[in-house]
């Protein structure tokens, strides 16, 4: 295991305030989950562990805590994890708006190159270089373009190219990005990593991602943390008592 346990302190400045009935949280499990309400602190619990564990991320996150903070969390390692990510589907969309952006300025510069005729022969070729490379290497860097994918296909090809055995990774609510069909991917690739030796992190409102085989689930509520099962989840309760009424009138 790459995160054993984690201590969260209490104090009423952030995120310590969001927090402050966690406590210790023990983890026997390669994959954990968070779930509970809005503002419950979920996004805040796995940005602050990811942090914590010195976690890549495609952007900077909603909340970059200060090492001052940091430094009150206490975690416990068995191993060290070589691969460590933070995924994020809201960083996810800026990133890919990002691709398009530098793809549009390529394609402009190129453009620019053959239309304005400054450069010749050999000229023209070194101008370009650097606008085709970038170019081949949005394109190329996932298998095929990954700004031509929808927002969903996308986030799973990412999430996919970035996932090793025996890493580390903290996702922010994916489900945002995804459809059901595709949550149910995720769940497998996430189960896969696990079998080979990766630790996962989730916060989700999902209810298929609470089913991957044998992970924990700790419900986040009034700034603390207990563990449950899946069919305790005030969310799966409430879906199964709304699926149970189709065909009825939705608000009778």
Excluded: W
Excluded at 8 to 21: A, H, Q, S, V
Excluded at 44 to 51: D, F, N, R, V
Excluded at 60 to 65: K, L
Excluded at 87 to 98: K, M, Q
Aim: proline letters at 4%; one cysteine or more; glycine letters at 10%.
């Amino acid at each position: 295991m790459f995160l054993d346990y984690a201590e969260i302190p209490d104090g009423e400045e952030y995120p310590f305030c969001c927090l402050k009935r966690v406590g210790r949280l023990d983890f026997g499990s390669r994959v954990t989950v968070f779930c509970g309400g809005n503002g419950e602190g979920k996004t805040t619990l796995t940005g602050l562990l990811s942090q914590k564990c010195d976690c890549h991320s495609v952007g900077q996150g909603r909340a970059r805590f200060p090492q001052s903070v940091l430094r009150r969390v206490k975690v416990g390692r068995t191993e060290h994890a070589v691969h460590r990510f933070r995924f994020s589907a809201e960083e996810f969309l800026e990133y890919i708006l990002g691709l398009k952006g530098m793809e549009t300025e390529a394609k402009e510069a190129l453009e620019e190159i053959e239309r304005e005729g400054r450069f010749k022969g050999a000229a023209r070729g070194f101008a370009a270089m650097p606008h085709a490379r970038t170019l081949y290497e949005i394109k190329s860097m996932y298998g095929r373009e990954l700004t031509a994918c929808s927002h969903g296909e996308g986030f799973l090809e990412f999430f996919q190219s970035r996932v090793r055995p025996g890493g580390l990774y903290f996702l922010d609510e994916p489900e945002s990005a995804l459809s059901y069909e595709n949550q149910y991917r995720l769940a497998y690739l996430i189960h896969c990593g696990a079998k080979e030796g990766s630790q996962f992190f989730i916060a989700t409102h999902s209810p298929v991602l609470p089913l991957i085989p044998e992970a924990e689930i700790f419900l986040l509520r009034e700034g603390g943390a207990e563990k449950t099962t899946y069919d305790d989840l005030e969310d799966i309760r409430f879906l199964r008592m709304f699926l149970a009424r189709k065909g009825e009138k939705m608000f009778d």
